[in-house]
């Protein structure tokens, strides 16, 4: 059965963070974003660690002075003839707070297809507005205003809310068209790709997918002479704690297959391990090797499809 194509514009995605109602919870927003794509299942994959950023200003009372801090500082410096002095004088009188924007991402998860590429990432941001510290510490002024907007030693105050999260838009990701760009960019195949190639060919892929498991997230990095350059990575969203298996000593045949199958289930789907090898991820490489010692000497416990893989591997080792 062919799935239907995956028509998602992103202004739609916007409006749709626009409508939740401060306070929802992301059950919400996720009913809401299913509603854009009825004919695609979408879940919600990863929740990112938590970042931060300025905020605006308030008074002692919680009350806006400004949502742009930047903007605010230097404007108002301006206001005041451009002598910082002054500036600290009038953020004094006034008792104001700086606050901050705390975030984490969302990454939801559409699949689109059967194979490991074949699936679309929307990335949201889920933000809230605490208070950080006074603007300006009476005993430690700013001494110019790159301090003044964000000091080194804060007078920090005790936080507390101010509004509910809200989410915004970030960006949608077509996987498999974002790596036919990387692949061309890319001499020989790129790790993510013989990554997922492997997940294809693989147990695997025969059982699970990928996107279950894992999700591929574009990057942007600082070249060596300063060039912005897009990358991409694999991250794992597994939400249970797996076991570590690092010391391979000794293990072999029935014992080390077991070891192995043990992880796998506990993952949810087979040659797991491989996987979370390649990663460097809680299995060490020793893993790979001991595997080959096993099969190379007439110990048959994976199917012929994922010795392949290992062979590969191990004549050319990559990880991502």
Known sequence: MTEKPLIL???????????????????????????????????????????????????????????????????????????????????????LIATKQTGKTL?????????AEDFTLIEIDKTHEVSDRMLVDEKQPPEDLEEFIDPLYPYCIESYSL????YTYRRKTDVKLFMEVINQRHPDKH????????????SAGMKSRMSDDWIIRPYRHIG????????VEIVNTH????????????????????????????????????????????????????VYRDISNDFAYL???DERILKDWIASPYNV
């Open 239 to 290: 939400k249970n704690n797996l076991p570590h298996l690092e010391d391979f000593t000794g293990k072999k045949g029935t014992g080390l297959s077991n070891l192995l199958s043990r992880f796998d289930r506990q993952a949810g789907y087979p040659l797991a391990w491989f996987f979370y090898m390649v990663k460097g991820k809680l299995v060490s490489t020793h893993s790979a090797e001991a």
């Open 163 to 166: 509004g509910h999260s809200r």
């Open 9 to 95: 514009v992103g202004q739609d995605i916007t409006e749709c963070c626009k409508k939740i109602i401060p306070g929802q919870t992301d059950d919400v927003l996720l009913e809401k974003l299913q509603t854009l794509i009825p004919n695609h299942i979408i879940s919600l994959a990863l929740e990112g660690d938590e970042w931060y950023k300025l905020g605006g200003v308030v008074d002692m009372d919680g009350n806006r002075i400004a949502s742009d801090l930047i903007e605010w500082v230097e404007r108002t410096y301006i206001e005041c003839g451009q002598n910082l002095q002054t500036l600290i004088e009038h953020t004094l009188e006034q008792k």
């Open 303 to 305: 199917p012929e499809r």
């Open 107 to 115: 990454y939801f998860v559409i699949q689109t297809g059967h194979s």
């Open 224 to 231: 060596r002479f300063g060039e912005q350059i897009v990358n």
């Open 191 to 202: 790790p993510v790709q013989r990554f997922m190639d492997d997940w294809n060919r693989s």
